[in-house]
């Protein structure tokens, strides 16, 4: 008996060694992702890439909650596969994008012949409000929304976007960056779309901030904001000045219900936005519609058919009050400011909505490339 009593006492300790040795092995597997084939999904635990090697985005990654994807300065990950591919970054998981000005991390295309819409792009969902309820993210098909309007999701700073937006058909397509539902604990800075087939970047509610925001050469708007998005932008510079594009910034509290609430109300300024003219389609720098509100200031508005243009009854109602356009520079625009009913009907515009300023600098160096944007963007001259 003592000896089968020795016997299983040391059973036992070979087990618990066993069992720790297996969850280190585990500990280590987190960082094993196939740089030749990176996609699917991520657990608990701490995934970080190697900025050594180059990453074949080859399907879709998503970040689940519990995990944190970690991408180091100077990584490259080039995506094939158009909706197939994209990172998604769910409710209570984080990405850390630890990008520099020297070695920005960049997200591209993966094909030889590089062109606008060959990948989807990055999509993050947050526990933010938003005035729609939230529910499933348009592209990445994940929840987001909520209450928590401090939720974070992590932490991105130098990140280029490259050649994303890539449609599932006429009316569901990637934008370059998607943030649906993000809240304010999340940390976007120094970020880049370049050559995206829909929308640069698109705030579905939530409550995020953005600072020193880049959109070059997109298939439609460069900023886009919906679903009662009430965070920040400073520092936003937009080019579509090669025929590229629809609007400079279009702006909804939420196109199905106009009156929902809480109403989109950021806070912008230090912008330069800057299209292609008078063009067939009537471009706008700033479409201001479906009742946002928003207070804005420091804008540089160049080569628009229409500087502003605030469209619907709702709308119209917030002019110099809740909806505010302050320190404007229009250069070169056909029309500064316009204002129409739903009924498409054109009206005077309200005292206060809007004040011009011919030495707003914008995003810092009025219409040419700001100093903070150069040395890790591309596409800019």
Known sequence: MKNLFKLFCLLAVISIATVSCDKDDNDDDLNQIDPENF?????????????????????????????????????????????????????GGKIFVNGTKEAPVVMTSGLATKKAGDWGGLVICGRATCNSGGGISEVGDSPYGGTTDNDDSGVIKYLRIEYSGAAFNSEKEYNGFSLFGVGSGTVIEYVQIYENADDGIEFYGGTVTANYIIVANVEDDMFDWTEGWNGSGSYWFGKNDQGYG?????CDNWSTNHSATPVANPTISNVTLIGSGDQGNEPQGMELRAGTQGTINNVVLKDWKHGIRVSGDVSNGYMGDELTVSNVKFIDCVVKVTARNNAGESFEIPEGFYSENESATGAGAGASVPAWAQGWTIGLE
């Open 246 to 250: 629809n609007r400079g910034m279009e």
């Open 39 to 91: 996609q699917g999904e991520l657990t608990e635990g701490t995934y970080t890439l190697d900025p050594e090697k180059t990453y074949k985005l080859t399907g879709l990654v998503y970040v689940n909650e519990g995990a944190e994807l970690v991408i180091p300065a100077g990584t490259l990950i080039e995506a094939t596969g158009g909706t197939s591919a994209a990172i998604i970054v769910k409710q």
